[in-house]
């Protein structure tokens, strides 16, 4: 007989990455060492654009708001998924469940936002460069940057509040390394087709709109880089621009896999490796892609190195 007493649901407990002792200890290490260079490498960039006048530009700040989306983004799911590979049995409450699910929603919705309003500012700054200081100043960035957060944050509680609220069978397994709404619903006693096609149509909304206003922006950009006349500006434009492209197509590549698809069964190893790109990878490359092939920004470092 399966349980159905959602109240009674004190834990679920996570299946995660491999059930092999072997891997586990090889898996911890290398998340260990990733997480760790994410935190640094992002809060290297805070601390960069908070510190040095010369960055307080709209560019940077955005990019500072990137970089503490992406450490919060990477801590909703990441320690836990380390703590799980140390121990037999990774469980976590009820509570703490649906607050990872807040918070990596959250997060996600957050660095959605901020990739399309970066994508925007790339684009007057481009392809408008007279007008770039009266369309985006200092005051109007903050202003996209902090709607962004309060979006994102008041976005995502509907499916949080949705899903939270069904009732749950036993047995409480989530075969994830974190709490997603397609490996929770798999666990509700009513298997509602109107209830996912509900969340899948929520969450597309925004992935869609985010990815499409981003990629027609750097769109723009490149038409107007094909009109450089110098083949040396247009190749070091380019450069640039096609770094930001992989960077933005991998993240959203990879949560419209993930979220932009037909309810149903999916192969969960592929959702597992699929989720990990933009949950631990996009966190760590990001910096890198923005900020270190910057010349602005290494220019920066290299006179802190100096003193």
């Known amino acids: 007989m399966e349980e159905r007493n959602q109240t009674g649901v004190k834990e679920f407990i996570f299946n995660g990455l491999t059930s092999n002792e072997r891997s586990k200890a090889a898996l911890f290490t290398l998340f260990l060492m990733i997480y760790s260079l994410t935190l640094i490498s992002n809060a290297s960039i805070i601390m960069l654009v908070w510190s040095n006048t010369s960055l307080h530009k709209p560019m940077y700040i955005f990019l500072g708001n990137l970089s503490f989306s992406e450490i919060w983004f990477t801590t909703s799911t990441v320690p836990k998924m380390l703590s799980g590979l140390l121990s037999k049995i990774n469980s976590i409450s009820f509570e703490g469940c649906f607050l990872q ?21 790339r684009y007057l700054a481009i392809c408008h460069p007279l007008h770039y200081t009266f369309l985006m100043s200092n005051y109007k960035c903050c202003l996209f940057a902090a709607s962004c957060w309060i979006l994102a944050f008041l976005w995502a509680s509907f499916p949080v509040i949705l899903i939270s609220t069904l009732p749950f069978c036993s047995p409480f397994k989530i075969d994830h390394f974190l709490c997603d709404p397609g490996p929770l619903l798999e666990l509700t006693c009513e298997k509602g087709y109107s209830t996912e096609m ?43 621009c096609a770094s930001h492209l992989i960077v933005v197509s991998i993240f959203f590549g990879s949560v419209m896999y993930m979220y932009v698809r037909p309810p149903g069964s999916h192969p969960l190893n592929i959702d597992k490796v699929i989720t990990m790109f933009y949950s631990v990878v996009t966190p760590l490359i990001n910096p890198i892609i923005y900020s270190l092939r910057n010349k602005e920004v290494m220019e920066v470092i290299k006179k802190m190195m100096r003193l």
């Open 198 to 240: 509900l969340i899948t149509l929520y969450i597309s909304t925004v992935i869609f709109s985010t990815s499409s206003c981003t990629f027609i922006s750097y769109a723009f950009i490149i038409q107007t880089i094909l009109k450089i006349p110098s083949s040396s500006g247009r190749r070091k434009a380019f450069s640039t």
């Open 101 to 121: 699910f807040y918070f990596f929603f959250s997060c996600g919705a957050t660095e959605c936002l901020l990739l399309t309003v970066m994508g925007y500012d």
